[in-house]
């Protein structure tokens, strides 16, 4: 073989050798710790496991460029994306009052909704909120707190499932279809259709009402069962048999992790796959995305039951204590169905560390589904925790080139 040709194979060689290492990244780095992962790197189908990080790396401008590293990613492989879903929601009901243009409507104004059908309520007050009332800021602001699923529901009223899906689909999000409400039992019938509400002025008066909608869109069959049983809680019995997901939300932890950026990272997001927000509107979203339970003024919560980590699965998992001082997290958890979920932005200011994980599991040894008894005491929040430690410490090894200088949006002191 001539030196030229030899040269060239063993170049290739080299670089298929460590595009192969580049892919499998996070297996070697969990293989590492056999006493956490080796469960779960043993059965990853049991499991369900799929987890997206993207390394951030800054040129000699700060600008950020990104390189992804996958287990698992699957956009065939179904998981119940829970609470994840109001991230989008959130963004998008701050985009629909920017296109709104009406004078006097903010994220801030009143809010009613009027029952229509037979399943809906009438409501006016919010007692979380310091006015007592409706209003997008607060519903924004319990949905990063406290994953509060009223707050995401009255959401679902204002943006309707056919804006939603439009709305994301027109960004390059085709798949994900938001179309049944959360935490309340409603039919697939019941879910396409949305209440009346209307937004007040100071002085009392209609700004703008929206009439209540049906959803005639073609909506997609999944053909996904999981489960071996099911809990049926109107008949308060259980019933052999998988649970029916395929009417259910749909969302890609890909598409997840790259909603999140786009409101993170604005300029570095394509136009068209921008949300159209202002600067108030990303520094609003990205203060409550971090803000914990405890440093929260009002509404308050109760530490018993709203910790300060709660919510921040990765890094934490479900332990009471406070989240290290160093540590900030932007991001949206879920847990439903036995699937846990954390979408996140993690930066430690103190040691330049910053990256972005995702990742799902499902917890759910006795394949019955709908009976509130999940593993993720035992499997779910110690994966999470486990992974999220293992990235950040990874990260502090990780040589970089140039520190990244954060963004001052992002709210944080450097």
């Known amino acids: 073989m001539k030196s030229s ?6 170049l290739l060689s ?6 192969q290492a580049g892919a499998n990244l996070l297996q070697e780095l969990m293989q590492e710790k056999p006493e956490q992962f080796g469960a779960i790197l043993a059965n990853p189908d049991q499991y369900r496991v799929q987890i997206l990080y993207t390394q951030i ?4 401008n700060n600008v950020p460029h990104f390189k992804e590293f996958n287990y698992r990613l699957n956009p065939k492989e179904y998981f119940y994306p829970a609470s994840t879903v109001k991230m989008p929601m959130a963004f998008l009901a701050l985009e629909k009052i920017n296109h709104l243009k009406i004078k006097g409507l903010t994220k801030s104004t009143l809010i009613t909704y009027d029952s229509v059908d037979a399943r809906q309520e009438t409501i006016y007050n919010n007692f979380l909120d310091s006015s007592g009332t409706q209003n997008i800021e607060q519903a924004i602001k319990e949905i990063f707190l406290v994953s509060e699923n009223n707050a995401a529901n009255r959401l679902y009223e204002f943006l309707t499932p056919h804006t939603i899906h439009a709305q ?5 999000y085709k798949d994900v279809y938001i179309r049944n409400r959360l935490n309340i039992g409603r039919s697939p019938m019941e879910n396409r259709s949305t209440q009346a509400l209307s937004f007040y002025n100071a002085q009392g008066k209609i700004i703008y009402h929206q009439p209540a909608t049906f959803n005639k869109d073609s909506l997609p069959y999944y053909n996904v069962f999981l489960g071996k049983a099911h809990y049926n809680d109107r008949e308060d019995s259980i019933i052999n048999g998988p649970l029916n997901f395929s009417v259910k939300n749909h969302i890609y932890l890909s598409d997840l992790t790259h909603i999140l950026r786009s409101v993170v990272f604005f300029d570095q997001t394509p136009p068209k796959q921008r949300f159209d927000l202002s600067y108030e509107d990303r520094k609003f979203l990205l203060k ?18 709203y910790w300060p980590s709660y919510c921040k ?3 934490t998992g479900s332990e009471k204590g406070p ?6 997290i932007y991001n949206k958890v879920g847990d439903a169905y036995g699937f846990l979920l954390d979408i996140a932005y993690i930066i430690d200011p103190v040691q330049k560390v910053e990256f972005m994980l995702s990742a799902v599991i499902y917890c759910n040894s006795d394949g019955i589904q709908n009976n509130s008894y999940y593993d993720y005491d035992k499997v779910g929040y110690p994966f999470m925790k486990n992974l999220g430690q293992l990235i950040y410490n990874y ?14 949006i992002l709210g944080i002191a450097q």
């Open 323 to 328: 989240l290290p001082k160093n540590i900030v």
């Open 168 to 172: 994301l689909a027109s960004k390059g």
């Open 5 to 10: 040709v030899l040269f060239a194979f063993l």
């Open 14 to 19: 080299t670089i298929a050798a460590k595009a």
């Open 313 to 315: 699965f990765l890094m």
């Open 57 to 60: 790396n800054r040129d000699k």
């Open 288 to 305: 409550w995305m971090h803000t914990l339970p405890n440093e929260s003024s009002y509404p308050t919560y109760d530490t018993a039951n």
């Open 395 to 408: 990260e502090l090894k990780r040589k970089k080139e140039f520190l990244p200088q954060f963004d001052p």
